[in-house]
């Protein structure tokens, strides 16, 4: 909501027409406006206006207990919730000196891989829709509800799993919990061949989607973009296995790359991605129940904890890309200051402004789509 | 790179493969309501049985989205922590997050597996619910995120106290508990949900989730402040207090509740009395120039002194021992309280301007009509100085002591024949605190212990602390159980042991006491001296007879309005002698009483005026 955008102008020349691209619209998981000019179908200006979905989670953070924030973390994410959690819990424990247990890791990697498969199903559904091509977004949709069932199953909520804390994860995996989650992976494998058949090699998506909005490797690195759309052209970067935590480094699995950097390419990661988060928790499957002991290491009365005071910085390969979680304690019950490296803000805003302006208006939104912004996280 | 070849746009029959799905299920959701995972975060559920208002689920919402409601009809036991308050929530803050179930005390609040709820405009109220056993809409669709072993948040593990080892101690009258350190009290005071169940069992009402706050904030002069609104007996009651609070503490519901009585002495021992003076301080209130005389110098006389010095009152405390403090210091062992803790407790009520006058006997040196003239208001404090004798047959030879003589022997440092062998008659923690003392002297003469407590009451039903029951047969002291006395052995003048039978029963069917024995159980035990801790009375021989008789007496204690005044209006009567049994309960009448002669001595002030 740049202040800018709705002040008074002079008119444009009346072969250009200024266009308010949302804030509701197809192009994005949330809501988040673009302000395009356009000459004739040709965007010749834009103009980022996010704030929309501002809700100052960093200011509320500071005046909530530490373990109050728990719940309040996973909202800054709607469609990849659980990077939040748990980048929050891990950059209380850094401060505490918390040692997590084993399993409780491996706890977190299952729920993280999960929210990942989630989040990419709804990313390239999305990108289909923005071509105007509907089933594979229903599909998109409908599959990623079998896997909020598993999330309903382990941590009793489907969007917003609240479940981990600092110290660990609050249940423990129910009974027969790892045949089900087998089964899912199995039907999403079994489902990926018509995912190809509708998306990957429909003449209609590839030709509408090839060399849109590319990005080169230089441009992403000086931009800060990361993750899927940094992946995209051609760097194999990932801080899974590049700066690993948890229990990364114990896992095999693979980095996709491709080398064009447009919104072919950048969907098409994904959808690799999802074959190396099926593979990753087929491994956790087959681990997991040789990994004993607590979930969770003990921690003080929440009402009474006080957590030493210093500063930590977590990051971690959200579906989005490079999560960052700055907490500052000043060793009172409550943080001090929280600060979010949202991917989504480098993308959603510098990245999509450039791309956007040169191409055809009715690439808008599947360029938006394709960058996998989420614009709560742009906001915060 | 990817295996996809985008380039390939396949055969020109591709598309017939599209009719493979005629064969295939759709993708849909049914329509039909689904239930709900089993840990499903839906609707709350309380179980108002286990439930006791804590308040702990409303402090921890992070949406502030439960209120604490009070229920009439539902029982009220303060003693017991148990409030009608139960929590209501609010679902149009409720964020699902579950956070009350796993901070809950009791395990009481659980979340269901019920999730829809829709209303019309003017029914937005169905959405402020006071949750029960049976859901949303009294349908029961049973307990989803409940307490677990997982996600319980509740630290049920008290922080252990260090204390002397019964070789170390039992030798000796050396305090046995050593208090927390720093590290311990903090941790210990972190495990408090300040649900303030310990202010509302208290007989005196202490503040103790400020205190206790304050000490976790490691702010020991707050905590001392919050303790002397309300106790000027803080060092004793930091020992010795019988921790009403501790019972009441919604950690104690399923776990080790806190250690409130530790925790206090932890923020007293930190500072010297003088410290403790200038933290609490002297309220600069004028001297009213009103004159109150007690008599008696406990806990219940001084913190009544206490209290009416801060309010500007002249006040004289007449003691007929030698040194202050009553039945603290004469009746509880050195082991237990240490005099120097009651003589901190005491240099700071001093500190306000209260006079103590020791050995000065009213009643013999001072008469009480003198008392009466040369003040405006008089307390009689007396204490249960006198010990019950059993009346057997035997129990009037020499040898057969009351426990309150023989610990102020202890204590006063008198020569007496510790005896080789002793039997304590009574339950309590008098007999207990009897039986540790003598156990104690005859190891310090004998190198040995033979002492054995012989107790009316079941073990199921004992009267003194279960600690002091473990500590005595640490220290070698033999308890017996459901033992009635029956006789004390006298051969050739000299007391052998104390003859019992096994209790059958100790009261009748309008329970009153009526004992009844086993004829066919008897037992004798040795013992060169017996020492009976059945029970203390009143000494009021100082009263005189004329004032006794113009008194109202109810069933041989001096009947008292709800303050503490006697039929006498410028007579007052406070602590054990009218309100048992002991320290805090004395500290509680102290300033009930010190309230109600100032507001007489306030009345008079006005009438003064009128006239």
Not at chain 1, 123 to 143: I, K, R
Not at chain 2, 287 to 306: D, N
Not at chain 2, 513 to 535: L, S, T, W
Request: with cysteine; hydrophobic share 40%; charged share 25%.
């Amino acid at each position: 909501m740049r202040a800018e955008n709705y002040e008074a102008r002079n008119h444009p020349p009346s072969n250009e027409f200024e266009i308010n691209f949302g804030p509701n619209h197809p192009g994005i998981e949330g809501n988040y406006a673009l302000k395009v000019k356009v000459h004739g179908d040709k965007v010749v200006a834009a103009r980022a206006d996010g704030g929309y979905l501002h809700r100052g989670f960093e200011k509320l953070m500071e005046q909530r207990l530490w373990i109050q924030n728990i719940a309040l973390v996973p909202r800054i994410c709607v469609p990849d919730p659980a990077p939040m959690e748990v980048a929050y819990s891990m950059a209380v424990e850094q401060l505490c000196g918390l040692d997590v247990p084993a399993r409780a890791q491996w706890l977190r990697v299952l729920q993280l891989e999960l929210s990942r498969l989630a989040a990419h199903l709804f990313t390239f559904g999305g990108h289909a829709a923005t071509t105007g091509m509907y089933s594979p977004m229903f599909w998109g949709v409908a599959d990623r509800d079998q896997l909020l069932d598993l999330f309903e199953e382990l941590t009793g909520g489907r969007v917003y799993s609240i479940y981990n804390i600092p110290g660990g994860v609050r249940r423990d995996i129910p009974e027969g919990f790892l045949q089900r989650l087998s089964d899912t992976l199995d039907y999403l494998d079994s489902r990926l061949p018509d995912y190809d058949d509708l998306l990957f090699t429909n003449q209609v998506f590839v030709t509408r989607a090839k060399e849109t909005g590319p990005i080169t490797q230089t441009q992403a690195l000086e931009w800060g973009v990361t993750g899927p759309n940094l992946r995209a052209t051609g760097l194999a970067f990932d801080v899974r296995r590049d700066d690993p935590y948890l229990v990364y480094d114990q896992l095999d699995f693979d980095i996709p790359t491709e080398e064009p950097g447009d919104a072919w390419a950048r969907t098409l990661v994904r959808r690799n991605e999802l074959i190396q988060s099926v593979r990753i928790l087929r491994q956790i499957i087959d681990l997991l129940p040789r990994i004993d002991g607590p979930i969770r290491a003990p921690i003080p009365n929440p009402l009474a904890w006080k957590v030493p005071a210093g500063e930590a910085y977590v990051r971690i390969e959200s579906s989005k890309g490079e999560l960052g979680w700055y907490v500052v304690s000043d060793g009172s019950e409550k943080p001090y200051r929280v600060h979010i490296r949202g991917p989504s803000s480098m993308h959603a805003v510098q990245v999509l402004e450039h791309l956007v302006t040169g191409c055809r208006i009715e690439d808008v939104a599947q360029i938006m789509f394709s960058l996998d912004a989420c614009p709560p996280e742009v906001d915060r | 790179m990817t295996d996809i070849d985008y380039k390939d746009s396949g055969s020109i029959l591709a598309p017939l493969k599209s009719l493979s799905f005629f064969g295939r299920a759709s993708v849909t959701e049914p329509l039909e309501p689904r239930l709900a995972a089993l840990r499903y975060r839906g609707f709350h559920l309380n179980d108002w049985e286990k439930c006791v208002g804590c308040s702990t689920c409303q402090k921890v919402c992070d949406n502030a989205a439960i209120t604490m409601v009070k229920v009439p009809a539902l029982p009220e036991d303060p003693l017991q922590g148990i409030r009608n308050l139960r929590p209501a929530i609010d679902y149009g803050r409720c964020c699902w997050c579950a956070l009350c179930v796993d901070l809950c005390p009791t395990g009481s609040i659980s979340l269901s597996r019920e999730y829809v709820h829709t209303c019309t405009d003017d029914e937005l109220s169905s959405y402020f619910v006071l949750p029960d056993p049976k859901g949303m809409h009294n349908e029961l669709f049973g307990e989803g995120w409940n307490k677990t072993e997982e996600n319980d948040l509740v630290d049920p593990v008290r922080q252990p106290m260090p204390e002397l080892a019964p070789a170390s101690r039992s030798d000796n009258f050396d305090e046995i508990v050593h208090g927390y350190d720093k590290q311990q009290a903090i941790i210990e005071a972190s495990r408090c949900v300040q649900c303030g169940m310990c202010h509302d069992a208290c007989p005196t009402h202490m503040d103790a989730p400020e205190y206790i706050r304050a000490i976790w904030q490691d702010d020991l002069e707050e905590a001392v402040r919050q303790i002397y609104k309300t106790n000027p007996f803080a060092h004793t009651c930091g020992r010795v207090c019988t921790h009403r609070c501790e019972t009441a503490c919604s950690i104690g519901k399923r776990g080790e509740p806190i250690a409130i009585r530790w925790l206090k002495r932890y923020a007293m021992d930190a500072f010297s009395p003088d410290q403790v003076k200038d933290i609490v301080g002297r309220p600069g209130v004028p001297a009213s120039g009103r004159k109150v005389a007690i008599v008696g110098s406990g806990p219940a006389g001084l913190t009544t002194a206490y209290d009416l010095a801060r309010m500007g009152h002249q006040v004289t405390v007449y003691e007929g021992l030698d040194r202050p403090g009553g039945m603290p210091r004469w009746g509880i062992p050195e082991y237990r309280l240490p005099y120097a803790s009651l003589d901190a407790d005491i240099e700071v009520i001093q500190a306000m301007g209260v006079e103590i006058r020791c050995n000065t006997w009213i009643g013999r040196d001072i008469s009480m009509e003198q008392l009466h003239l040369d003040h405006d208001a008089v307390v009689l404090t007396l204490g249960l100085q006198l010990g019950r004798s059993t009346r057997i047959p035997g129990s009037d030879h020499a040898a057969v002591h009351k426990a309150v003589d023989l610990l102020r022997w202890i204590t006063h440092g008198e020569t007496f024949d510790v005896p080789r062998s002793a039997v304590v008659i009574g339950g309590g923690n008098v007999a207990m605190d009897a039986a540790r003392s003598i156990a104690r002297l005859q190891r310090q003469n004998f190198g040995q212990v033979k002492v054995t407590v012989t107790a009316l009451e079941d073990f199921d039903h004992f009267l003194a602390d279960d600690e002091e029951v473990k500590e005595s047969a640490e220290e070698g002291i033999t308890i017996l159980d459901s033992r009635g006395p029956q006789a004390c052995i006298v051969e050739e003048g000299r007391l052998v042991g104390l003859s019992t039978l096994k209790v059958v029963s100790i009261f009748d069917e309008q329970h009153r006491f009526a004992p009844k024995y086993d004829e066919g159980d008897r037992q004798v035990h040795e013992g060169e001296m017996i020492i009976e801790a059945i029970g203390q009375m009143t000494d009021t021989d100082l009263l005189g007879e004329e004032l006794t008789e113009s008194l109202d007496w109810n069933r041989g204690r001096l009947q008292i309005d709800d303050d503490g005044c006697t039929s006498a209006p410028w007579l007052w009567a406070a602590g054990d002698m009218v309100r048992g049994p002991d320290v805090v309960h004395a500290v509680a009448d102290g300033h009930r009483t010190a309230r109600s002669i100032h507001q007489f001595l306030l009345a008079l002030e006005t009438k003064g005026a009128l006239s």
